[in-house]
Protein backbone atom coordinates (compact mmCIF):
# COMPACT_ATOMS: atom_id res chain seq x y z
CA UNK A 1 0.00 0.00 0.00
CA UNK A 2 1.15 3.85 -1.11
CA UNK A 3 1.59 5.51 2.19
CA UNK A 4 -0.44 8.84 1.78
CA UNK A 5 1.65 12.11 1.29
CA UNK A 6 1.61 14.67 4.24
CA UNK A 7 -1.11 16.96 1.58
CA UNK A 8 -3.14 13.83 1.58
CA UNK A 9 -3.54 13.13 5.35
CA UNK A 10 -3.72 17.20 5.72
CA UNK A 11 -7.09 16.63 3.19
CA UNK A 12 -8.32 13.70 5.36
CA UNK A 13 -8.26 15.76 8.38
CA UNK A 14 -9.72 18.55 6.58
CA UNK A 15 -12.50 16.74 6.11
CA UNK A 16 -13.08 14.78 9.38
CA UNK A 17 -12.90 18.27 10.51
CA UNK A 18 -15.69 19.80 8.31
CA UNK A 19 -17.59 16.78 8.99
CA UNK A 20 -17.69 17.22 12.83
CA UNK A 21 -18.27 21.02 12.79
CA UNK A 22 -21.25 20.76 10.75
CA UNK A 23 -22.79 18.29 12.75
CA UNK A 24 -21.94 20.58 16.15
CA UNK A 25 -23.41 23.69 13.48
CA UNK A 26 -27.02 21.85 12.49
CA UNK A 27 -27.35 20.31 16.39
CA UNK A 28 -26.93 24.03 17.58
CA UNK A 29 -29.49 25.05 14.96
CA UNK A 30 -31.99 22.42 16.22
CA UNK A 31 -32.08 24.31 19.83
CA UNK A 32 -32.73 27.78 18.25
CA UNK A 33 -36.75 27.87 18.82
CA UNK A 34 -38.92 28.13 15.76
CA UNK A 35 -40.20 31.70 14.41
CA UNK A 36 -36.33 33.40 15.80
CA UNK A 37 -35.26 36.23 13.36
CA UNK A 38 -31.64 36.44 12.41
CA UNK A 39 -31.14 39.21 9.81
CA UNK A 40 -34.93 39.53 8.72
CA UNK A 41 -34.77 35.77 8.20
CA UNK A 42 -37.11 33.62 10.69
CA UNK A 43 -35.64 29.99 11.51
CA UNK A 44 -38.01 27.43 10.99
CA UNK A 45 -37.70 24.75 13.81
CA UNK A 46 -35.36 21.96 12.91
CA UNK A 47 -35.44 18.44 14.43
CA UNK A 48 -32.36 16.21 13.79
CA UNK A 49 -34.11 13.55 15.60
CA UNK A 50 -37.20 13.35 13.70
CA UNK A 51 -36.62 9.74 12.61
CA UNK A 52 -35.95 8.06 15.57
CA UNK A 53 -38.03 10.00 17.51
CA UNK A 54 -40.62 7.96 19.20
CA UNK A 55 -44.29 8.98 18.10
CA UNK A 56 -45.45 9.83 21.98
CA UNK A 57 -42.93 12.78 21.08
CA UNK A 58 -44.21 14.14 17.72
CA UNK A 59 -46.50 17.24 17.66
CA UNK A 60 -49.75 16.01 16.50
CA UNK A 61 -52.04 19.15 16.72
CA UNK A 62 -51.51 22.85 16.30
CA UNK A 63 -53.67 24.06 19.35
CA UNK A 64 -52.21 24.47 22.56
CA UNK A 65 -54.99 23.01 24.27
CA UNK A 66 -54.62 20.15 22.56
CA UNK A 67 -57.51 17.13 21.54
CA UNK A 68 -58.43 13.94 23.40
CA UNK A 69 -58.74 10.94 20.38
CA UNK A 70 -58.82 7.76 20.87
CA UNK A 71 -58.12 8.34 25.26
CA UNK A 72 -54.56 9.89 23.50
CA UNK A 73 -53.88 13.63 24.24
CA UNK A 74 -52.15 14.73 21.75
CA UNK A 75 -51.01 17.88 22.87
CA UNK A 76 -48.14 20.84 21.57
CA UNK A 77 -44.71 20.50 22.97
CA UNK A 78 -43.29 23.49 23.40
CA UNK A 79 -39.88 24.77 22.39
CA UNK A 80 -37.57 23.36 26.20
CA UNK A 81 -39.48 20.25 25.79
CA UNK A 82 -38.55 19.66 22.65
CA UNK A 83 -35.04 20.74 23.58
CA UNK A 84 -34.72 18.47 26.34
CA UNK A 85 -36.51 15.44 24.04
CA UNK A 86 -33.77 15.84 21.94
CA UNK A 87 -31.38 15.90 24.44
CA UNK A 88 -32.18 12.73 25.50
CA UNK A 89 -32.24 10.95 22.15
CA UNK A 90 -28.91 12.09 21.71
CA UNK A 91 -27.59 10.94 25.26
CA UNK A 92 -29.47 7.64 24.55
CA UNK A 93 -27.98 7.19 20.89
CA UNK A 94 -25.22 5.53 22.34
CA UNK A 95 -27.51 2.41 23.55
CA UNK A 96 -26.95 -0.48 21.10
CA UNK A 97 -30.52 -1.29 20.82
CA UNK A 98 -31.72 2.08 20.01
CA UNK A 99 -29.00 1.73 17.36
CA UNK A 100 -30.18 -1.46 16.19
CA UNK A 101 -33.74 0.00 15.60
CA UNK A 102 -32.83 2.38 13.82
CA UNK A 103 -31.06 0.90 11.41
CA UNK A 104 -33.84 -1.97 11.29
CA UNK A 105 -36.41 -1.26 8.65
CA UNK A 106 -40.33 -2.19 8.34
CA UNK A 107 -40.34 -5.16 5.83
CA UNK A 108 -43.49 -5.33 4.08
CA UNK A 109 -44.23 -9.27 4.67
CA UNK A 110 -44.56 -7.74 8.23
CA UNK A 111 -47.29 -5.53 7.50
CA UNK A 112 -49.64 -8.37 5.58
CA UNK A 113 -52.27 -9.37 7.47
CA UNK A 114 -51.85 -6.43 10.08
CA UNK A 115 -54.56 -5.54 12.15
CA UNK A 116 -54.96 -2.21 10.79
CA UNK A 117 -58.82 -1.31 11.54
CA UNK A 118 -61.24 -2.23 14.24
CA UNK A 119 -65.56 -1.95 14.89
CA UNK A 120 -66.44 1.34 15.88
CA UNK A 121 -70.17 1.94 16.82
CA UNK A 122 -72.55 4.80 16.07
CA UNK A 123 -72.13 7.81 18.49
CA UNK A 124 -74.00 10.89 18.97
CA UNK A 125 -77.70 11.34 18.60
CA UNK A 126 -78.30 7.33 17.75
CA UNK A 127 -82.26 7.43 18.03
CA UNK A 128 -82.39 9.86 15.23
CA UNK A 129 -81.44 6.52 12.97
CA UNK A 130 -84.80 5.09 14.08
CA UNK A 131 -86.36 7.11 11.20
CA UNK A 132 -84.17 4.93 9.13
CA UNK A 133 -84.34 1.66 11.14
CA UNK A 134 -88.24 1.66 11.30
CA UNK A 135 -88.65 2.18 7.58
CA UNK A 136 -86.61 -0.71 6.84
CA UNK A 137 -88.24 -3.08 8.72
CA UNK A 138 -91.29 -2.58 5.84
CA UNK A 139 -88.58 -2.84 2.90
CA UNK A 140 -90.57 -6.12 1.49
CA UNK A 141 -93.13 -3.65 0.85
CA UNK A 142 -91.41 -0.59 -0.20
CA UNK A 143 -88.40 0.94 -1.57
CA UNK A 144 -86.43 2.30 1.10
CA UNK A 145 -83.95 5.49 -0.12
CA UNK A 146 -80.22 5.93 0.93
CA UNK A 147 -78.86 9.30 -0.12
CA UNK A 148 -74.43 9.08 0.03
CA UNK A 149 -72.88 12.56 -0.06
CA UNK A 150 -69.15 12.88 -0.25
CA UNK A 151 -66.48 14.09 -1.71
CA UNK A 152 -63.91 12.51 -4.65
CA UNK A 153 -63.72 9.84 -1.90
CA UNK A 154 -66.61 8.24 -3.11
CA UNK A 155 -66.57 9.12 -6.48
CA UNK A 156 -66.64 5.91 -9.01
CA UNK A 157 -69.73 4.57 -6.42
CA UNK A 158 -66.23 3.63 -4.05
CA UNK A 159 -67.41 3.33 -0.53
CA UNK A 160 -71.01 3.23 -1.29
CA UNK A 161 -71.33 0.17 -3.58
CA UNK A 162 -70.21 -2.11 -0.49
CA UNK A 163 -72.58 -0.25 1.41
CA UNK A 164 -75.38 -0.65 -0.59
CA UNK A 165 -74.29 -4.40 -1.55
CA UNK A 166 -74.30 -5.52 2.70
CA UNK A 167 -77.78 -3.19 3.20
CA UNK A 168 -79.64 -4.87 0.23
CA UNK A 169 -78.34 -8.77 1.65
CA UNK A 170 -79.94 -7.78 4.73
CA UNK A 171 -83.19 -5.35 3.43
CA UNK A 172 -83.63 -6.46 -0.29
CA UNK A 173 -83.55 -4.71 -3.56
CA UNK A 174 -81.34 -4.68 -6.69
CA UNK A 175 -79.74 -2.19 -8.57
CA UNK A 176 -77.32 0.71 -8.76
CA UNK A 177 -79.52 3.29 -7.99
CA UNK A 178 -79.38 7.30 -9.49
CA UNK A 179 -76.74 7.83 -11.61
CA UNK A 180 -76.74 11.47 -13.14
CA UNK A 181 -76.74 12.04 -17.32
CA UNK A 182 -73.20 12.84 -17.63
CA UNK A 183 -70.08 12.01 -14.50
CA UNK A 184 -66.61 12.73 -14.22
CA UNK A 185 -65.96 9.02 -12.87
CA UNK A 186 -66.74 7.18 -15.66
CA UNK A 187 -63.52 5.72 -16.62
CA UNK A 188 -63.08 3.83 -12.92
CA UNK A 189 -66.84 2.81 -11.58
CA UNK A 190 -66.89 -0.54 -11.37
CA UNK A 191 -70.84 -1.02 -10.46
CA UNK A 192 -72.19 0.77 -14.09
CA UNK A 193 -70.88 1.59 -17.51
CA UNK A 194 -72.13 4.68 -18.61
CA UNK A 195 -71.64 6.19 -21.66
CA UNK A 196 -73.07 9.59 -23.49
CA UNK A 197 -72.67 11.92 -26.62
CA UNK A 198 -70.82 14.92 -26.21
CA UNK A 199 -73.42 17.15 -26.69
CA UNK A 200 -74.89 17.56 -23.01
CA UNK A 201 -74.40 20.74 -21.42
CA UNK A 202 -74.04 20.11 -17.68
CA UNK A 203 -74.07 21.96 -14.64
CA UNK A 204 -73.50 20.96 -11.01
CA UNK A 205 -72.24 21.85 -7.35
CA UNK A 206 -68.78 20.81 -8.65
CA UNK A 207 -68.21 23.22 -11.35
CA UNK A 208 -70.94 26.14 -11.26
CA UNK A 209 -74.39 27.07 -12.22
CA UNK A 210 -74.15 29.86 -14.31
CA UNK A 211 -77.43 29.67 -15.66
CA UNK A 212 -79.18 29.23 -12.45
CA UNK A 213 -80.85 25.82 -13.54
CA UNK A 214 -82.37 23.65 -11.03
CA UNK A 215 -79.74 21.14 -9.60
CA UNK A 216 -81.33 17.64 -8.66
CA UNK A 217 -80.99 15.42 -5.50
CA UNK A 218 -77.91 15.00 -6.81
CA UNK A 219 -76.32 18.10 -7.46
CA UNK A 220 -76.39 17.86 -10.84
CA UNK A 221 -78.08 18.79 -14.26
CA UNK A 222 -78.20 18.40 -18.16
CA UNK A 223 -79.89 19.78 -20.97
CA UNK A 224 -79.42 18.27 -24.27
CA UNK A 225 -78.08 20.73 -27.12
CA UNK A 226 -79.62 18.22 -29.52
CA UNK A 227 -80.69 15.11 -29.91
CA UNK A 228 -78.51 13.43 -27.73
CA UNK A 229 -78.02 10.27 -25.94
CA UNK A 230 -76.65 7.92 -22.63
CA UNK A 231 -76.32 4.53 -21.94
CA UNK A 232 -76.23 2.95 -18.53
CA UNK A 233 -74.87 -0.98 -18.64
CA UNK A 234 -74.78 -3.28 -15.49
CA UNK A 235 -71.15 -4.81 -15.34
CA UNK A 236 -71.83 -7.89 -12.30
CA UNK A 237 -69.24 -6.28 -10.64
CA UNK A 238 -71.43 -6.84 -7.55
CA UNK A 239 -74.42 -9.67 -7.58
CA UNK A 240 -76.84 -6.51 -6.63
CA UNK A 241 -75.54 -4.37 -9.73
CA UNK A 242 -75.72 -7.04 -12.48
CA UNK A 243 -79.05 -6.42 -13.80
CA UNK A 244 -81.97 -4.06 -13.06
CA UNK A 245 -85.99 -4.39 -14.11
CA UNK A 246 -86.86 -0.55 -13.76
CA UNK A 247 -85.75 3.03 -14.75
CA UNK A 248 -86.99 5.40 -13.37
CA UNK A 249 -86.08 9.19 -15.32
CA UNK A 250 -86.28 12.66 -13.15
CA UNK A 251 -86.30 15.70 -15.43
CA UNK A 252 -87.62 19.23 -15.30
CA UNK A 253 -89.26 22.17 -17.30
CA UNK A 254 -89.72 19.75 -20.57
CA UNK A 255 -91.22 21.00 -23.84
CA UNK A 256 -94.24 19.01 -24.78
CA UNK A 257 -92.50 16.18 -26.64
CA UNK A 258 -91.68 12.70 -26.70
CA UNK A 259 -88.35 10.68 -25.47
CA UNK A 260 -87.19 7.41 -27.33
CA UNK A 261 -85.57 4.44 -24.77
CA UNK A 262 -84.65 1.19 -25.71
CA UNK A 263 -83.29 -1.84 -22.98
CA UNK A 264 -80.79 -4.32 -23.86
CA UNK A 265 -80.55 -2.36 -27.42
CA UNK A 266 -83.34 -3.62 -28.51
CA UNK A 267 -86.39 -1.91 -30.97
CA UNK A 268 -86.64 1.76 -29.49
CA UNK A 269 -89.67 2.54 -27.78
CA UNK A 270 -91.62 5.95 -27.10
CA UNK A 271 -92.49 7.90 -23.96
CA UNK A 272 -94.42 11.12 -23.52
CA UNK A 273 -92.95 13.62 -21.26
CA UNK A 274 -94.48 16.14 -18.92
CA UNK A 275 -94.33 19.78 -18.60
CA UNK A 276 -93.85 21.34 -15.68
CA UNK A 277 -91.32 23.42 -13.53
CA UNK A 278 -91.42 20.43 -10.38
CA UNK A 279 -89.44 17.34 -10.42
CA UNK A 280 -91.37 15.01 -12.60
CA UNK A 281 -90.57 11.12 -13.12
CA UNK A 282 -91.09 8.27 -15.94
CA UNK A 283 -90.87 5.36 -14.58
CA UNK A 284 -90.23 2.87 -17.63
CA UNK A 285 -90.25 -1.52 -16.89
CA UNK A 286 -88.69 -4.03 -19.25
CA UNK A 287 -89.73 -7.84 -19.49
CA UNK A 288 -86.65 -8.98 -18.94
CA UNK A 289 -84.00 -8.41 -16.45
CA UNK A 290 -82.20 -5.60 -18.18
CA UNK A 291 -78.69 -5.48 -18.69
CA UNK A 292 -78.15 -1.55 -20.57
CA UNK A 293 -81.04 0.87 -21.01
CA UNK A 294 -80.10 3.79 -23.63
CA UNK A 295 -81.97 7.13 -23.50
CA UNK A 296 -82.40 9.45 -26.78
CA UNK A 297 -83.53 12.57 -26.84
CA UNK A 298 -85.55 14.42 -29.76
CA UNK A 299 -84.39 17.69 -30.03
CA UNK A 300 -82.17 20.86 -28.03
CA UNK A 301 -83.45 21.61 -24.94
CA UNK A 302 -86.16 18.81 -24.51
CA UNK A 303 -85.95 19.41 -21.05
CA UNK A 304 -83.62 19.52 -18.12
CA UNK A 305 -82.25 16.04 -16.72
CA UNK A 306 -81.44 15.15 -13.51
CA UNK A 307 -80.63 11.46 -14.03
CA UNK A 308 -81.96 8.18 -13.99
CA UNK A 309 -82.91 5.83 -11.26
CA UNK A 310 -82.27 1.50 -12.10
CA UNK A 311 -83.74 -0.75 -10.00
CA UNK A 312 -85.80 -4.12 -9.41
CA UNK A 313 -88.30 -4.38 -6.77
CA UNK A 314 -88.54 -3.68 -3.42
CA UNK A 315 -85.47 -3.30 -0.70
CA UNK A 316 -83.17 -0.43 -0.20
CA UNK A 317 -81.39 1.50 -2.84
CA UNK A 318 -77.99 3.83 -2.16
CA UNK A 319 -77.62 6.33 -3.84
CA UNK A 320 -74.20 7.28 -5.20
CA UNK A 321 -73.95 11.35 -4.74
CA UNK A 322 -69.76 12.14 -5.44
CA UNK A 323 -69.00 15.89 -5.18
CA UNK A 324 -65.45 16.42 -5.49
CA UNK A 325 -63.74 18.99 -3.79
CA UNK A 326 -66.46 20.13 -1.99
CA UNK A 327 -66.46 20.98 1.68
CA UNK A 328 -69.71 19.58 2.38
CA UNK A 329 -71.26 23.20 2.20
CA UNK A 330 -73.06 23.28 -0.75
CA UNK A 331 -76.49 21.87 -0.39
CA UNK A 332 -77.77 25.33 -0.73
CA UNK A 333 -77.04 25.48 -3.88
CA UNK A 334 -79.37 23.07 -4.43
CA UNK A 335 -83.67 24.61 -4.44
CA UNK A 336 -85.65 23.89 -1.40
CA UNK A 337 -88.55 22.63 -3.76
CA UNK A 338 -86.60 20.26 -5.26
CA UNK A 339 -85.18 18.53 -3.13
CA UNK A 340 -88.93 18.23 -1.52
CA UNK A 341 -89.85 17.15 -4.92
CA UNK A 342 -87.31 14.47 -4.81
CA UNK A 343 -88.18 13.01 -0.93
CA UNK A 344 -91.47 13.06 -1.63
CA UNK A 345 -90.86 10.75 -5.21
CA UNK A 346 -87.69 9.01 -3.57
CA UNK A 347 -89.07 8.27 0.11
CA UNK A 348 -85.40 9.13 1.15
CA UNK A 349 -84.48 7.83 5.20
CA UNK A 350 -81.22 8.17 5.71
CA UNK A 351 -78.74 10.78 4.11
CA UNK A 352 -75.13 10.06 5.20
CA UNK A 353 -72.46 13.30 5.00
CA UNK A 354 -69.03 12.24 4.01
CA UNK A 355 -67.08 15.20 3.64
CA UNK A 356 -63.46 16.84 5.27
CA UNK A 357 -61.20 15.49 3.29
CA UNK A 358 -60.74 19.10 1.27
CA UNK A 359 -61.33 21.36 5.01
CA UNK A 360 -58.17 19.72 6.66
CA UNK A 361 -55.34 21.53 6.80
CA UNK A 362 -51.96 20.99 8.75
CA UNK A 363 -51.65 24.64 10.02
CA UNK A 364 -55.42 24.93 10.83
CA UNK A 365 -55.98 25.68 14.44
CA UNK A 366 -59.97 25.34 14.95
CA UNK A 367 -62.37 25.07 12.03
CA UNK A 368 -64.84 27.25 13.45
CA UNK A 369 -65.96 28.44 10.10
CA UNK A 370 -66.75 24.80 8.98
CA UNK A 371 -68.52 23.91 12.33
CA UNK A 372 -71.14 26.94 11.66
CA UNK A 373 -71.83 26.38 7.70
CA UNK A 374 -71.78 22.42 8.28
CA UNK A 375 -74.38 23.00 11.47
CA UNK A 376 -76.87 25.60 9.33
CA UNK A 377 -76.23 22.99 6.02
CA UNK A 378 -77.33 20.13 8.16
CA UNK A 379 -80.20 21.96 9.81
CA UNK A 380 -81.53 23.46 6.85
CA UNK A 381 -81.72 19.50 5.05
CA UNK A 382 -83.13 17.93 8.29
CA UNK A 383 -85.87 21.32 8.05
CA UNK A 384 -86.15 19.48 3.98
CA UNK A 385 -85.86 16.02 4.94
CA UNK A 386 -88.12 15.87 9.13
CA UNK A 387 -88.31 12.35 9.09
CA UNK A 388 -85.17 11.29 7.73
CA UNK A 389 -82.28 10.17 9.67
CA UNK A 390 -78.39 11.45 9.33
CA UNK A 391 -75.08 10.50 9.82
CA UNK A 392 -72.15 11.97 9.73
CA UNK A 393 -68.48 10.40 8.43
CA UNK A 394 -65.64 11.98 10.44
CA UNK A 395 -62.63 12.53 8.17
CA UNK A 396 -60.15 9.45 7.81
CA UNK A 397 -56.66 9.56 8.64
CA UNK A 398 -54.23 11.80 6.19
CA UNK A 399 -50.85 12.15 6.12
CA UNK A 400 -47.92 14.42 5.74
CA UNK A 401 -44.63 14.16 5.63
CA UNK A 402 -42.32 14.82 8.73
CA UNK A 403 -38.43 14.03 8.16
CA UNK A 404 -38.61 10.76 6.33
CA UNK A 405 -42.01 10.19 7.78
CA UNK A 406 -45.08 9.90 7.08
CA UNK A 407 -47.57 10.85 10.15
CA UNK A 408 -51.14 12.32 10.44
CA UNK A 409 -52.01 15.52 9.57
CA UNK A 410 -51.86 17.66 12.56
CA UNK A 411 -55.41 19.24 11.76
CA UNK A 412 -57.37 15.84 11.25
CA UNK A 413 -57.51 15.50 15.36
CA UNK A 414 -59.21 18.56 15.13
CA UNK A 415 -61.17 18.39 12.53
CA UNK A 416 -62.39 15.57 14.13
CA UNK A 417 -63.65 17.06 17.24
CA UNK A 418 -65.15 19.89 15.20
CA UNK A 419 -67.12 17.25 13.25
CA UNK A 420 -68.46 15.73 16.90
CA UNK A 421 -69.82 19.25 17.87
CA UNK A 422 -71.57 19.21 14.48
CA UNK A 423 -73.29 16.28 15.23
CA UNK A 424 -73.93 17.30 18.43
CA UNK A 425 -75.01 20.81 17.51
CA UNK A 426 -77.71 19.46 15.12
CA UNK A 427 -79.25 16.58 16.59
CA UNK A 428 -77.35 13.47 14.48
CA UNK A 429 -75.60 10.18 14.42
CA UNK A 430 -71.62 10.65 14.17
CA UNK A 431 -69.61 7.60 12.91
CA UNK A 432 -65.99 8.20 13.46
CA UNK A 433 -63.60 6.86 10.39
CA UNK A 434 -60.60 8.21 11.72
CA UNK A 435 -60.85 5.58 14.76
CA UNK A 436 -61.82 2.93 12.31
CA UNK A 437 -58.62 3.45 10.42
CA UNK A 438 -56.58 2.27 13.22
CA UNK A 439 -56.36 6.05 15.09
CA UNK A 440 -53.25 8.35 14.57
CA UNK A 441 -50.53 7.35 11.91
CA UNK A 442 -52.89 4.48 10.71
CA UNK A 443 -52.61 5.71 7.35
CA UNK A 444 -48.82 4.40 6.36
CA UNK A 445 -50.52 0.96 7.50
CA UNK A 446 -53.38 1.04 4.98
CA UNK A 447 -50.79 2.33 2.08
CA UNK A 448 -48.35 -0.74 2.76
CA UNK A 449 -50.76 -3.19 3.47
CA UNK A 450 -51.08 -6.12 0.97
CA UNK A 451 -52.82 -5.23 -1.47
CA UNK A 452 -52.47 -1.88 -0.27
CA UNK A 453 -55.29 -0.19 0.61
CA UNK A 454 -54.79 3.54 0.34
CA UNK A 455 -52.65 5.42 -2.18
CA UNK A 456 -49.06 6.95 -2.03
CA UNK A 457 -50.63 10.23 -1.58
CA UNK A 458 -51.42 9.12 2.07
CA UNK A 459 -54.91 10.89 1.45
CA UNK A 460 -56.99 8.59 -0.64
CA UNK A 461 -57.97 5.17 -0.24
CA UNK A 462 -57.90 2.51 -2.95
CA UNK A 463 -60.50 0.45 -4.43
CA UNK A 464 -59.80 -2.48 -1.78
CA UNK A 465 -59.60 0.11 0.88
CA UNK A 466 -62.90 2.05 -0.13
CA UNK A 467 -64.18 -1.71 -0.20
CA UNK A 468 -63.44 -1.93 3.19
CA UNK A 469 -64.25 1.67 4.45
CA UNK A 470 -67.80 0.77 3.09
CA UNK A 471 -68.14 -2.73 5.01
CA UNK A 472 -67.22 -1.24 8.27
CA UNK A 473 -69.80 1.60 7.64
CA UNK A 474 -72.25 -0.68 6.75
CA UNK A 475 -71.65 -2.79 9.61
CA UNK A 476 -72.00 -0.15 11.81
CA UNK A 477 -75.48 0.54 10.90
CA UNK A 478 -76.29 -2.68 10.88
CA UNK A 479 -74.99 -2.90 14.95
CA UNK A 480 -76.74 -0.06 15.92
CA UNK A 481 -80.21 -1.42 13.98
CA UNK A 482 -79.68 -4.74 15.97
CA UNK A 483 -78.66 -3.16 19.08
Known sequence: MVPLSMNEKNEKHRSVILFTLTIIFLIGLSFIPGGTSILGYKIKPIDLFIDIKPDSLLDYSSSSSGNNLNGNNYKSINNRELQNSNMEILRASINLTLIKNIFSFDKAEERINKHISKDVPITGNVSQMNYFFNAVKNSDNAKIRVAHFG???????????????????????????????????????????????????????????????????????????????????????????????????????????????????????????????????????????AKSFKLFTTMANQAEFFGVSLEDGNGVYVDNFPWRGNSGVAFRNVKEATLKDFNNLCNYKLIILQFGGNVASPIAKNYNWYENEMIKNIKHLKSIFPESSFLLLGVGDKSVKKGSKFVTDPGIPILIESQKKIAEETGIAFWNSFEAMGGINSMEDWVYSNPPLAMRDYTHVTAQGASKMGQMIAQAILNAYNN
Open 151 to 289: DSGIEGDLITADIRKILQEKFGGNGAGMIAITSQDIMFRTTTKQTFSDNWTTYNVVVGNPDNLPLGMNGFVSVPNGPAWVKYEATGAYPDTKSFSTVRVFYTNAKKSALNYAFNDETQQSVSLIPGNDVKEITLNSTLN
